[in-house]
């Protein structure tokens, strides 16, 4: 048996090195840009800061600090890494493409360009969707609750932690119509699948929800809805590639 798997191993060894490969290259890459990249991230957050001395003039301005010796540091290589996954993204795709691709028909092996392609950009969707929907809605209104009594010093260390896991989150969820069409490619799924599931997935997409946003329901509902939204046009793809039988779908 091991000598069956022996060679899809040695394969996917090597796509996850050169996956690796490249994501360090990007932050080498990054790294070198990641003031401007630091900048973009901590938009958000200044614009909720300022929302606080403009409602609340008793409190003291809040600020954003450091609680670690190097932790502007630490922060650059978390800013660098999180825009070097973004930028290494279609080539880790098209790797993951190569894996799966010997065990594809000729046709199905043409679509590498609509999966890498596809797959980046609706990463890329999700995460402006997340920076300039959803983050000013949730940190404004997280920030400036209770500005009135407390003065916000936010620790950047954790910002930054914060931040990447919510645009990482909605990253990978909006990769669900273009996971969706694949597997629907390879007949693995059927429009009457997902008709069926989707009592259960409403469950599933608010309880990822609540675990990839901040605690506030304003914010979880921004994720939820997209996610309800993208799952209902997960189905019309499906329907279009690999509808279910005519038999089935009238019972």
């Known amino acids: 048996m091991f000598s069956e798997l022996k060679p899809h191993l040695v394969e996917l060894r090597k796509r996850l090195g050169l996956s690796v490969l490249s994501v360090f290259i990007m932050f080498a890459i990054a790294f070198t840009f990641h003031e401007p990249i630091l900048e973009w991230v901590t938009h958000p957050l200044n614009d909720a800061l300022s929302q606080v001395s403009e409602i609340s003039k008793k409190a003291a301005e809040g600020m954003v600090t450091t609680h670690q010796v190097g932790g502007a540091f630490f922060v650059a290589l978390k800013v660098s890494f999180f825009a070097a996954l973004i930028g290494a993204l279609p080539f ?8 799966i691709a010997p065990g594809l028909y000729a046709n199905e092996k043409k679509m590498i360009l609509p999966f890498v392609v596809g797959g980046t950009v609706m990463f890329v969707i999700g995460v402006l969707f997340s920076y300039y929907i959803v983050t000013p809605f949730g940190f404004q209104f ?30 990978i969820s909006f990769e669900l119509p273009v996971f969706a069409y694949f597997l629907a ?46 799952y209902g046009l997960s189905i019309l793809i499906v329907r279009m590639v690999n509808p279910a039988p005519k038999e089935e779908n009238d019972e």
């Open 92 to 99: 880790v795709l098209y790797q993951l493409w190569l894996f």
């Open 185 to 230: 490619l390879l007949g693995l799924v059927t429009d009457r699948t997902l008709i069926d599931f989707f009592k259960y997935a409403i469950v599933i997409i608010f309880i990822v929800a609540a675990i990839l946003t901040p605690p506030d329901v304003l914010t979880q509902f921004l994720m939820a809805v997209p996610l309800v939204l993208l």
């Open 142 to 171: 997280l920030i400036t609750f209770g500005s009135f009594l407390y003065t916000p010093l936010i620790n950047i260390e954790d910002y930054v932690g914060f931040f990447t896991k919510i645009m990482v989150g909605f990253g």
